[in-house]
């Protein structure tokens, strides 16, 4: 799954530990969901769609078949 995450991060001015403290999770779980190592919990999903006040098509989108 690809995401906009570090774009959308990026225009915060947030590091992958400001996302990590806002959204109760680890810093390497933000480093792995923006490389494409880790599809995020649909709960976790929503929770950053919600974070950013984005639809989750805006911050994640899968692969063409």
Do not use: H
Request: aromatic letters at 10%; a positive charge.
């Amino acid at each position: 799954m690809r995401t906009n995450l570090k774009v959308l991060r990026a225009e915060r001015d947030w590091s992958q530990a400001d996302l990590a403290d806002r959204l109760g999770v680890s810093r390497q779980t933000i480093n792995a969901i923006e490389t494409g190592k880790y599809d995020p919990s649909l709960p976790l999903a929503f929770k950053i769609a919600r974070l950013f006040a984005r639809p989750i098509e805006d911050v994640f989108f899968g692969n063409e078949l």
